[in-house]
């Protein structure tokens, strides 16, 4: 060792870790990205079927291989590729892009449902309320209904919720930016 690298080496202080202090904290592993995983093992078996080289979902995909490897490692998400790209692996795989998406996993179980706005969804809250036993009773009748304020349907709803462990109101559109559904984060 040279002096200046020894002088260097004397100026640091020296840190030490203890055995025990190592054992209590393991190192974090990189977490991995599970979903599309089912596109994932269809290009290799595909691959493998056809008897292609090893880097072909990389060049039918138009993406290096590095990034190839870092999808089917799971530290990146196959569905987080360009239409264009999935569209590539739908053409080579002979399915459609629809079941590309699906079998990237690009589709949650939220992106199947209609859509309707706050007053719909009281409403069908109110249904529901009106068909149960327990409830029935104290549902307000539609006349009723039609004449309360916004502010007293959803209180309403909520805490029908809340008493019978039901989410009706979850994925509600608020109209109404003054609105705001107990238990949310506003």
Do not use: C
């Not at 690298?5 to 030490?16: D, G």
């Not at 089912?38 to 056809?50: A, S």
């Not at 809250?125 to 349907?153: G, I, N």
């Amino acid at each position: 060792m040279s002096t200046a690298t020894q002088e260097k080496a004397a100026r640091r202080p020296a840190v030490r870790v203890s055995a025990k202090s190592r054992a209590s904290e393991p190192p974090e592993a990189p977490k991995r990205k599970d979903t599309g995983r089912r596109l994932i093992n269809l290009l290799m078996k595909t691959v493998r079927d056809r008897g292609l080289p090893d880097r072909t979902p990389a060049d039918v995909l138009g993406i290096t291989q590095i990034y190839w490897n870092s999808i089917n490692n799971g530290h990146r998400e196959i569905r987080s590729l360009p239409k264009e790209k999935l569209s590539l692996a739908a053409e080579f795989l002979g399915i459609s892009v629809i079941d590309v998406y699906n079998l990237a996993d690009y589709f949650g179980p939220e992106d199947f449902l209609v859509s309707t706005n706050l007053d719909d969804r009281l409403y069908q809250a109110l249904e529901t309320m009106r068909v149960d036993p327990t409830w029935m009773s104290l549902a307000p009748t539609q006349k009723e209904w039609k004449d309360l304020p916004m502010k007293v349907k959803v209180a309403l709803v909520s805490l029908y919720e809340r008493e019978f462990g039901r989410q009706i109101l979850a994925k509600a559109s608020i109209e109404d930016p003054t609105l705001v559904l107990p238990g949310s984060k506003k």
